[in-house]
């Protein structure tokens, strides 16, 4: 059988870099969006990921732009085929109490977190429906099961994810896709390495687990429920978070 194309936006972030690497080595062809090929040093990137071993193709898209996700979309057809497994891990945070919080820093949050995740689903869920298979794994965040001081945007759109995973289930059931939610912790990357020492160190202390998640923690979910063998799983959210939030 013909490999799987897996698609992973923000493929070259932190989490995504070991979702690619699980995703390749599961047997998929594995594909990354980066907003900026030279700026982000894509092609260095793929070069030492390609020294372990691992081959990944990229593709420049904003997530937050449709029509930049609709040339995506046909760059990535023309040269893979079809896209069979959407990962949707492309995150940004513009933290801020919702007292001082400018309108630019929610809208830029929930253009790219939660409008992305449409933007490019949407690209490909035509071509799942007519295949009769599909993976969609949304990367959401303890912080929208929870809620986090600073983040209304940030939490109103990994909340969000999980409601489009929901719905997605039900519509993708009858048509061999699932779509599910990964809810990292807090996990050692940049996004978590542009915190203060301090609020990093008190966040640390919080953690039943005494420490952050490695990336390849949320990359092994991520990898298991876009196997084929997890048909059955649909429309669930998994937590990953040294059991700082715990729920039944
Ligand atoms: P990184 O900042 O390392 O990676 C984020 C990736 O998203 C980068 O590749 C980034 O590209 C990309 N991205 C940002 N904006 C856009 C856009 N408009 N279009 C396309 N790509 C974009 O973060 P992490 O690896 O830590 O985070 C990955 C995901 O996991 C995010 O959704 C995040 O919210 C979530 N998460 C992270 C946690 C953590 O503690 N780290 C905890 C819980 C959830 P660029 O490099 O150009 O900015």
């Not at 040269?79 to 990962?87: A, E, I, L, T």
């Not at 919702?98 to 992305?116: C, D, F, P, Q, Y």
């Not at 160190?201 to 919080?206: K, L, P, T």
């Not at 952050?212 to 059955?232: G, H, T």
């Amino acid at each position: 059988m013909t490999k799987r194309v897996a698609l992973v936006t923000g493929g070259n972030g932190g989490i995504g870099t070991e979702i690619c690497k699980y995703l390749a080595t599961s047997g998929h062809t594995v594909v990354s969006t980066c907003v900026d090929a030279e700026r982000e040093n894509v092609r260095d990137w793929q070069q030492q990921l390609a020294e372990q071993g691992v081959q990944v193709d990229w593709v420049e898209c904003d997530v937050a732009d449709f029509d930049s996700c609709a040339a995506m979309a046909e760059t990535v057809l023309a040269r893979h085929g079809q896209v069979d497994v959407v990962v949707n891990a492309a995150g940004i945070t513009r933290d801020g109490f919702l007292h001082k919080m400018a309108r630019h820093n929610w809208e830029s949050v929930i253009a790219t977190n939660l409008n992305g995740a449409f933007n490019v689903t949407r690209q490909f869920i035509e071509g799942m429906r007519e295949r009769a298979y599909g993976r969609v794994i949304n990367i959401s965040s303890v912080n929208g099961q929870s809620g986090q001081f600073g983040q209304t945007n940030y939490s109103a759109t990994k909340a969000g994810l999980h409601g489009f995973s929901m719905a997605l289930a039900k519509e993708g059931a009858r048509k061999g896709i699932t779509a599910n939610t990964v809810s990292p912790g807090y996990v050692d990357t940049a996004m978590t390495a542009a915190m203060p020492d301090e609020v990093r160190n008190q966040i640390v202390s919080q953690i039943p687990a005494g420490r952050m998640a490695r990336p390849d923690e949320i990359a092994r979910v991520v990898d298991f429920l876009a196997a084929e063998a997890s048909a059955y799983i649909n429309g669930a959210n998994i937590p990953v978070n040294g059991a700082q939030f715990t729920s039944f």
